[in-house]
């Protein structure tokens, strides 16, 4: 069994110091108590063994990398976006109505705690996406909900968020992306984004990028700005899956997370892309 993290000080933690047990009096985590808990976290170590920490030093040394209109990823990504949807830890603390398992927010990050010690190249991709599908469910509509949500949730498109640009990144006041709008309440989205974390990776078919722009006529400054679901494939009415115009240009190499794709996005440049993987 891989060493590199003491589950014995993690219990520890949870139930000696932060005393998670008494969560389980509240109606919300009824379905929860100290052994389905001693459960889930026995499950994630078992994962990190399996899928996580094997992969560390490779994803590290041969890193995600950009050629010929594709960002290239380790294989192992595909397998642990199937299986995180499978067994449900991308949306494991959502609400049960929204697919998920209302499990304690402290427990999935003690879970998440366990595959970032095995190899921190990998739970960016369902955290970002299970960020960005907890914003839709949270601020979306029942119609965006329903679009995009479960596809997050069971590992088959990866989320992210797509604020910073070459001009704007403390800054995001400056940003410039733009929104026109068209009939239906879909706006047009114009513009490049720039160190977009999990922005294109082999790991699944498509792409929710939760996308900062400013719709024409908006104030300047932060008040102005608004957020986007922008999908790579965007979803027809007859269930097929339409390239949006939005596509990765480039990936950042970096010092660290070097198994962690790190994207410059382009959007609404008529730029064409592979194919569906
Ligand atoms: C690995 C990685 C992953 C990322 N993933 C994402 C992602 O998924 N989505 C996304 O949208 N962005 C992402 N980013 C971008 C990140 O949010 C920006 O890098 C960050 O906002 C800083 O912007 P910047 O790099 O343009 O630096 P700058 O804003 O140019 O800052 C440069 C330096 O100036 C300092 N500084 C800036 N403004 C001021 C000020 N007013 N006063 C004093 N000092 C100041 C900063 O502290 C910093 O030291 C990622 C970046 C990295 C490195």
Redesign the pocket.
Known sequence: MAKYMCMDTLRFLLFNVHNIQELFAYERFADYDQSAVDIMLDAAKAWADQDFYPYYKEMDEKPAYYVDGKVHSHPILKKIFASAGENGWIGHYFDYEDGGAQMPYSVANAANHIIESANNNIPGYLG?TSGAAHLITTFGTDGLKKMFVPKMLSGQWCG?????EPQA???LSDIVTSATPKSGGIYSIKGQ?I?????DHEGVGNFVHLTLARIEGAPEGTKGISLFVVPKFRPEEDGNLKYNDVCAVADFQ?LG?RGYS?VHLVYGEKMTVWDIW
């Not at 992210?160 to 910073?164: D, H, P, S, Y």
């Not at 160190?195 to 922005?199: A, K, L, M, P, Y």
Request: glycine share 16%; net charge positive.
């Open positions: 970002l992210t968020m797509a604020l910073t990144g403390s800054s984004k160190f977009i974390s999990g922005g970096k997370q790190t």
